[in-house]
């Protein structure tokens, strides 16, 4: 028996890179997978990947800052069986100061990675407590409790995310509903190497290093290290824990003064 067996999932933003380790992991730990993606093609390729193998996933195409399709999707998967869990992994990203970010940006960013949070709470909450209850995991950030150069926005949404996460907690104890947070720091996903390749050519491998060496452990994380602490969290041996942010960053927040000052 697997640790999530004939458990129901519904993970945002589960076509690539966490989204897509969380699917995997959850699969082989005998989950009945939702994939919401806008990106369809990204997540039909990893369900047929997941369904060749055995296993229950399903996608779906889903833009979660739209609440009319995220509860549309919500229905039709509602008509299956019960959801049990609900991962909040969509987000995007912004680089910039507060002067460096449009009135556009911060919009963008909040319709995303704050709105498209509320919008999934929004639709499952009452689905939890007619079946008896769930478990929430929020994806948060490192950016979240500290201070990062030009993540004015990026932190801003998810600051909100972590403070949704210990409100949903408090107010939905009674209600067998529980909901954690994960803080990544940095994790070595397709994302970074895209961004790398636009930013860096030629000097991939040392921006990586340099990337690398603001974790003090040393290195960026693995999206599958994020997955097994998702599935942890989710799964019945979290039943006592709520109401808590789990950071996975190399040592980041409290070994930070370990670090060098420059970069050698």
Same mark, same amino acid.
């Given at each position: 028996? +697997? ?13 690539? +890179? ?33 369904? &060749? ?61 704050? &709105? ?12 939890? &407590? ?71 050519? +030629? ?47 190399? +040592? ?13």
């Amino acid at each position: 028996m +697997g640790k999530l067996e004939e458990k129901v999932a519904i993970i945002t933003g589960g076509g690539s +890179g966490i989204g897509a380790a969380i699917a995997r992991q959850f699969c082989s730990e005998g989950a009945s997978v939702h994939l919401l993606d806008l990106n369809i093609d990204n997540a039909r390729s990893l369900s047929i990947e997941l369904s &060749k193998k055995g296993m229950s996933c399903v996608a779906h195409e889903c833009d979660v800052s739209n609440q009319p399709e995220v509860a549309k999707t919500f229905a039709k998967i509602f008509e299956s069986n019960p959801v049990g869990i609900l991962v909040n992994n969509a987000g995007i990203g912004f680089i910039g100061s507060c002067e460096q970010t449009t009135e556009e940006d911060l919009d963008r960013l909040y319709q995303v990675n704050i &709105k498209g949070v509320y919008n999934c709470l929004y639709a499952l909450i009452p689905h939890f &407590k007619q079946f008896g209850g769930g478990v929430i995991l929020n994806m948060a950030s490192v950016a979240a409790s500290v201070g990062l150069p030009d993540r004015f926005a990026y932190s801003m949404t998810k600051g909100a995310v972590l403070t949704m996460t210990y409100s949903i907690a408090v107010d939905y104890l009674d209600d067998n509903i529980r909901c954690n947070s994960i803080s990544p720091a940095r994790v070595h996903t397709p994302f970074v190497d895209a961004y790398l390749a636009k930013n860096y050519p +030629g000097s991939e491998a040392l921006e990586m290093a340099r990337l690398s060496r603001t974790q003090p452990i040393g290195r960026m994380a693995r999206p599958e290290e994020v997955a097994q602490l998702a599935t942890y969290l989710c799964s019945d041996e979290a039943a006592f824990i709520t109401g808590t942010d789990y950071p996975i960053d190399g +040592g980041f927040l409290k070994l930070a003064h370990r670090l060098p000052l420059k970069d050698s």
